[in-house]
Each structure stands twice: as C-alpha cells, then as structure tokens.
C-alpha cells in the first residue's frame, strides 16, 4: 500500500523558517521522482520543486527559487522541503508528489499525499 504522509506544517511568522518532510512506503522510493506542490482554495495546484530519483537535480518555481531547497533522504525514504524568509503569500496546503522516473521520463501515474498546512502571518 502506497502512503506519502506530509508533516511539518504549521504557523510561522512572515520570514521564518519551515522544514516540511514526506515519508514514502509501499514503493521503491529510489525509482521516484519527488515533488512538492502547494494549492489555495480555488485555485489550480502549483509545482514548487522537484527532485530527480537520485536526487542529482532539482528545480523551483520562480516564486521560491533561493529560498526553498528540496532535498532527499533515500535510506530513509523521505524528501524534504526547507522554506526560508516565507512570506505570506506562501500560505498554502503543501503536497508531497511522487512519479516513477527513468531520468526525465516518467509514469502516468503518480501518487500524492494528504497535504499539510502552512500558514505565514503576523
């Protein structure tokens, strides 16, 4: 059974810190594609950064680039996403994506976890 469980969330003020993390089971996570996104009530879901399978290469949306980093841990079967000097319009549920990938060319089918909450706000 595949579960990706999101955790870390949660109230930070405007320019600090966040470390989210996803935990994989039921699949072979070093074969995965990682991503995180994040979606607002009302609107369409957005891609802030994917790590490659053996995390070799990342990328970030424009709005995080320098600020977010993603990361992944295969012997622990988590990827990670730290957000620095967040900012409000951060605010978002945060999802955790994975896809399997042989280098950049991947499944159609892909898997998701729950989401989790972030809040930027005085």
């Known amino acids: 059974q595949v579960q ?3 955790s870390g969330g949660g ?3 405007p320019g600090g810190s966040l470390r989210l993390s996803c935990a994989a089971s039921g699949f072979i996570f070093s074969d995965y594609m990682m991503s995180w996104y994040r979606q607002a009530p009302g609107k369409e879901r957005e891609l802030v950064a ?3 399978s053996a ?4 990328n970030y949306a424009d709005s ?4 977010f980093t993603i990361s992944r841990d295969n012997a622990k079967n988590t990827v990670y996403l730290q957000m620095n000097s967040l900012k409000p319009e951060d605010t978002d549920v945060y999802y955790c994506n994975a896809v399997e990938c042989s280098g950049y060319v991947c499944a159609d089918y892909d898997y998701w976890g729950q989401g989790t909450q972030v809040t930027v706000s005085t």
């Open 4 to 6: 990706l469980v999101e």
């Open 11 to 13: 109230l930070v003020q």
């Open 50 to 52: 994917f790590i490659t």
């Open 55 to 58: 995390g070799g290469s990342t």
């Open 64 to 67: 995080v680039k320098g600020r």
